[in-house]
């Protein structure tokens, strides 16, 4: 393990690993939640409450290699979103999720474990170069697991001049049946459907949002969204904070066959309710400036 990424003492409730792939991992248990964050994009790849089924998805064929996403739990999008808003943007979603994080902080305070990890251009340089995205910054991610799960993303200006970003947590719910599954709380948002054959309009969310195909949708929606599964008599709850967009997103069969990380017959277990700040909403900062992005994921039964 790359002992040089765990700048603290680890609290007994946390264990250092090597995980998938020969990756450093940190595993969390305690008797209110256990977790497991990769250093490798401070990537969370499992959150289970006590006394709930498991509430991250992860592929089975997801790719645990240094340079390669891993598929599933919830990776970070910066400082752009897909495939950016100008032509020749790569790695799609931007590098973060390529890049391994420094853990500089760890507490357990009464069976919660928060973790906050540190990235900055440095620690990119040598995956893109600085001529790839030439700004300075620092990002902080705050990662609680408690009865909720919560993720904060907080980048920092550290350069002289401004700049905007996209950014995303890409969070990969575990469903029972996605056709069975709805998203409240988008009612009246519009959106921009990236599904295949979707037009250039962007229509008006009517009701809740179910799932019979494809779904790829950026919607301008502020609020809390709410997937109700009712094969799994419970309801997950996405509230966030300083977030313009919720991202909806199932591939279904032919998408989910085209990705070589993805079981072709996963699709119907996963779903992403995604909090963004993306396209006409990217963040723009002034020099020193800075901005967070929070996530509070919470389950409970329903009917």
Known sequence: MSEDLIAVDLPASVTRATGEGGLPVLRSSTAVATGEVYLHGAHVSAYTPA??????????????????????????????FGAGREPGMAPAHGFARLADWTLVGADDTDGVVALTFRLTETDVGRLLGVEAWPHGFELTYAVTFGPELTLALSVSNTSGEEYSFEEALHTYFHVK????????????????????????DR????GPVDFTG????????????????????????????????????????????????????????????????????????????SHTMTTRISVAPRV
């Open 51 to 80: 006394g709930q089924d498991p509430v991250i998805w992860m592929s089975k064929a997801s790719m645990f290699a240094a340079g390669q996403p891993i598929r599933g739990g919830v990776p970070i999008c910066f400082p752009w």
């Open 203 to 206: 229509p008006t969310q009517s």
């Open 177 to 200: 049946d996605i056709t069975a599954v709805t998203v409240e709380g988008l009612d009246g948002a519009s959106y921009l459907d990236k599904a295949p054959g979707a037009g250039a």
């Open 214 to 289: 494809e779904t790829d949708r950026v919607y301008a929606a502020t609020g809390t969204a709410v997937a109700v599964d009712p094969g799994s008599a419970r309801a997950i709850t996405v509230a966030k904070k300083n977030s313009a967009n919720t991202v909806v997103w199932n591939p279904w069969t032919a998408n989910a066959a085209a990705m070589a990380d993805y079981d072709d017959a996963e699709w119907p277990t996963m779903l992403c309710v995604e909090t963004a700040n993306a396209l006409e909403h990217a963040i723009t900062l002034g020099a020193g400036q």
